[in-house]
């Protein structure tokens, strides 16, 4: 049996369909089971092991050199190759996780004899479905996606994460980690403090306070993390009279999951990062504002989502006159969530 899994992006999203891949492998343990996943996420699910192939879209970077006019002749090839790639098996189960446009046109170009999704039109992304069912939005994404496995026969079970994180991702986050006089064992919490939506963002000066309280009261280190072109950060540190240590840029998704395995907490914006802390088990401290923590906070328990129960809130805006609802968090309640978590999780 060949199924192929539809879910190109985001981080978290891909996160969210952690669970689901793990239940459908569970019921279908000896199937061929592929991925097509755009690049940015790809490296959450290499060497998977309820993977066999992963199949990649550079879809931003093919769609970038096209528009600019640059290295065309290489961009039509690797398209040409990746269209190949998709079409080369007959599958006989092709679930479109994703449900927008882009994962449409994927699902309309596999040869596929069960093409499954949600029962949405939605950027036409139900055109070339032959099997839907209902999405409910009132369910958190983890549990929305495993309504696919539950509709193809798996049993209710624990949602299982598995993001394969290996021995080199350890030795080299351990060696970052070393390189700041942070030692095997020693407590620090991670700080994540970007987001892909503006409104999503916490105050600059509000994450420095934060951080001189946790390194002052507290007395632990805090590493922030993000991507390279993350900007927020260098400011964040300017404004802090307390060492901290900036590894934004410098690892991989599955080195950033091994980070927060070993960190005593995750403070973060809503973002992929925080999908990926709670996956590897970590309590998180989430601020949220315009999205919903009931359909996608952090999963499972030993967290704390702050937020204002605002009339507005959520409104799901990327854009916003005033964003008080991330503006109105106040440093000491979230110092006072970091504080609770990491009592909790004192060592003995």
């Not at 596999?110 to 069912?133: A, H, P, T």
Request: aromatic share 8%; hydrophobic share 40%.
């Amino acid at each position: 049996m060949n199924i192929l899994i539809v879910k190109l992006s985001a981080i978290g999203d891909v996160v969210h369909t952690l669970p689901s891949l793990s239940a459908i492998r569970k019921l279908y343990p000896q199937a061929h089971i592929s991925w097509v996943i755009e690049e940015s996420a790809s490296d959450i699910i290499h060497d998977h092991p309820c993977l066999d192939r992963v199949i990649i879209s550079y879809r931003k970077r093919w769609i970038r050199n096209l528009l600019e006019g640059r290295e065309t002749g290489k961009t039509l090839g690797e398209i040409g190759t990746f269209l190949k790639t998709l079409r080369d098996r007959p599958y006989d189960l092709v679930i479109d996780f994703h449900g927008l446009f882009k994962s449409a046109l994927i699902v309309f170009l596999v040869r596929g004899k069960r093409k499954l999704g949600y029962d949405s039109m939605q950027e036409m992304s139900g055109l070339f479905l032959s099997e839907k069912i209902p999405e409910d939005m009132g369910k958190h994404a983890i549990d929305r996606y495993l309504d696919f496995a539950r509709y193809l026969g798996a049993p209710e079970q624990k949602p299982e994460f598995i993001i394969p994180v290996e021995e080199e991702n350890r030795k080299r986050i351990e060696s970052f980690l070393s390189a700041v006089n942070i030692a095997a064992g020693q407590r620090f919490a991670a700080v994540n403090p970007v987001a892909f939506w503006e409104t999503k963002m916490w105050p600059d000066e509000k994450f420095a306070a934060l951080g001189d309280r946790i390194v002052r009261e507290l007395r632990i280190p805090v590493v922030f993390t993000g991507a390279q072109s993350d900007g927020p950060i260098p400011h964040i540190r300017s404004l802090m009279k307390s060492p901290s240590v900036d590894l934004a840029g410098k690892t991989t998704l599955r080195d950033l999951a091994c980070l927060y395995r070993l960190s005593s907490l995750v403070i973060t914006t809503d973002s992929g990062p925080m999908h990926i802390a709670a996956a590897m088990g970590t309590p998180v401290v989430a601020l949220f504002g315009p999205t919903s923590p009931a359909r996608t906070g952090p999963y499972g328990k030993g967290h704390i989502v702050i937020r204002k129960n605002m009339k507005c809130s959520p409104c799901f805006l990327k854009r916003c006159e005033t964003r008080r609802c991330m503006e109105d968090i106040s440093v000491e309640e979230v110092f006072q969530a970091v504080r609770e978590k990491l009592l909790c999780h004192s060592p003995t």
